[in-house]
């Protein structure tokens, strides 16, 4: 099975609260270095239902994120040591999803960033134009919205510099080198990587665990937690 393959019946299990399903995927090989961040969400979904196996995985995941120490990294780990019967954080569960957010906190500064509505974590682009009126007491509610200011996209950049860093392959970190320099540097990034089915693979996956981990960090640093999706119906298993 390729790495977008697990990636991908990773997310499906965690969005379908399917915890048992989760535990069957990281049990069936290894667990790729840049995956660590969707790996925890998925754990915490197997934790919730009960699911066997799931302390195994659990442990493993706190160690493992533990050692790699990226950004997010020691939130996922305590949440998931909080999950596992350990000291619990002093953070808000919040149902966010931190790809929504990774977008709004790293897109175009020309947009403004946006806001969390912290009741159904839906999150609005300064951008959007509503052309409904809002109630005035919703508005006027601090505790609902959660302002996101836009950190621009140096974080991304940041993101391909290290990862050339870890290419063994000379010849393309070569060429991607050449191609992070001056305007249009994440077109050209991603043009030379198409050809290379691999690599590309390789880089969505720690593209995508470098954004939700700082995501998940500014969060915990507002004092939220995004809320684990609920397991499904008859997926608990005694352990």
């Known amino acids: 099975m390729s790495l977008a393959e697990r990636r991908a019946e990773l997310r499906g299990a965690t969005y379908r ?14 667990w790729p270095r840049e995956v660590l ?11 919730g239902s009960g699911a066997a196996g799931a302390d195994g995985v659990a442990h493993r995941s706190v160690t493992e994120l533990h050692r790699r120490g990226w950004d997010g990294d020691v939130e996922l780990a305590d949440a998931l040591t ?29 947009q403004g960033g946006g806001r969390i509505d912290l009741r159904t974590g839906q999150i ?18 601090d505790s609902r919205w959660l302002w996101v200011h836009c950190e621009g996209s140096r974080p991304g950049y940041r993101d391909m510099e ?36 691999e690599g590309a693979e390789r880089w969505h996956a720690y593209s995508e665990d470098r954004s939700r981990g700082r995501a998940r960090a500014w969060l915990a640093g507002q004092g939220f937690t995004p809320a684990v999706p609920p397991s499904r119906d008859g997926d608990a298993s005694v352990t």
């Open 17 to 30: 609260g399917d915890g048992l399903g989760a535990v069957a995927v990281l049990d069936s090989g290894v």
């Open 37 to 47: 961040q969707m790996v925890g969400d998925a754990v915490l979904v197997a934790l």
């Open 82 to 110: 909080a999950a596992l019967g350990g000291p619990s954080t002093a953070l808000v569960s919040a149902p966010v999803d931190l790809e929504e957010l990774s977008m709004v906190l790293e897109g175009d500064p020309a």
């Open 124 to 141: 609005w682009p300064t951008a959007y134009d509503d052309d409904d009126e809002e109630d005035d007491e919703e508005e006027e509610d």
């Open 162 to 197: 290290r990862f050339i860093d870890t290419l063994t392959d000379p010849g393309l970190a070569e060429l991607l080198t050449v191609a992070i320099s001056g305007r249009g540097a994440f077109r050209r990034f991603k043009d030379v990587l198409w050809s290379r089915p």
